[in-house]
């Protein structure tokens, strides 16, 4: 890999985390500033999402044809130019349409840095190296949260923006630097529909059946996961009467599960492999989230949410990799699939929880994501030491 290109992914994948989660803790901001309810305000969050999720089917390939690193390096620069756009937004509706350019800018950069990963690396070291990538994702997603509420209570809605701006250009020049050391894909772009294109590329991906179990993996990985973790502060707030502030810090612990995954992912990997680290990871995120459903005080949620991060970057590092090599020959649709999946998995596991929460409350939804986990743990687990075995016999 060309120097300094794996620390540029990485501040690149901060910036997008750090957008993604900015807006969450000004809502309440928001709605003030611009005379809207809070479920009004609460667009400028879903438009990014929705935005974010769709717009992967997009950027794979071209990713694939015009070079991964390129692309990504364009994208910063858009995300430059859609935080410039929010924070001149002169009224809510201005500022839902920045919020979608910006999805769209941002989806580009951790899937396509996860492909050029694994364009780069060798697969027996990518798991570690995907890991050391996934800081940069954790530590954006965190300062967004942390950022987003001293702006709301003391800086102003605005002056994040003008910041992630400032870091988005900043990273958009550095990759055009580092980007010189890197290799342009061979050949010119193909003529024709690009709808169809992109359409024969994805149906490419889905054609491999190893691919379809990852991408199946990680759309029941996201429903049953997210589906549950959404609503672990209402859960805190309901039993404990915890303000709904400290229980929300409360899920920094979360990522810092995940940061413990990154620092000790290459002796994890080395002394577990593929197999055991899914299966373990699925089943430490189970005990997590019964732990916190039944813990008798609500500070033990806290190295609940950590062994639930740690758990689940085990799990989801692995189907990471994987990701990267179900298509070697079209990496950046596939991982873009991935993401898609992903998102579109926790879309739907945090909506079918919503109405499990009205009927139910949050105990029996954490037990059933608890149990869901370990089902999808477990399962890719077993398969990943089947499809080893063949590749093992077929070498043979």
Known sequence: MPPGALLALGLAAFGSAFAMRLTDPLLPRLAQEFSVSLAQAAQVVTVFSMAYGLAQLLFGPLGDRFGKFRVIGWAAMACALASVACALAPGHAELVGARLVAGIAAAAIIPLSMAFIGDMVA????????????????????????????AADHLGWRLPFWGLAAWFVAIALTMQRVGRRVPRPSGTP???????????????????????????????EGACIFGAFAFIAVHLHAVFHLPLAAAGATLMAFGAGGILFAFGARPLV????????????????????????????????????????????????????????MAPERRGAAVSSFACCFFLGQAIGVWLAGLSVAEHGTRPLMVAGALGTLAVGAAFGRLRARQSARAVAAAA
């Not at 916190?292 to 989801?316: K, N």
Request: aromatic content about 10%.
């Open 270 to 325: 080395a002394r577990m492999g593929e197999t055991r680290l899914a299966a373990w990871g699925g089943a430490i995120v189970a005990l997590a989230l019964l732990g916190i459903a039944w813990a008798p005080a609500w500070w033990l949620a806290v190295p609940g949410c950590l062994a639930a991060g740690l758990g689940f970057y085990m799990l989801h590092n692995t189907l990471q990799t994987n990701a990267t090599q």
């Open 123 to 150: 697969y027996a070291d990518r798991q570690p190296v995907l890991a050391r990538f996934l800081v940069g994702q954790i530590l954006g997603m965190s300062s967004g949260v942390v950022v987003g509420g001293l």
């Open 190 to 220: 193909a003529a024709g529909n690009p709808v169809r294109r992109m359409a024969g590329e994805f149906a490419k991906v889905l054609s491999v059946p190893w691919a379809r179990v990852v991408l199946a993996t990680v759309f029941l």
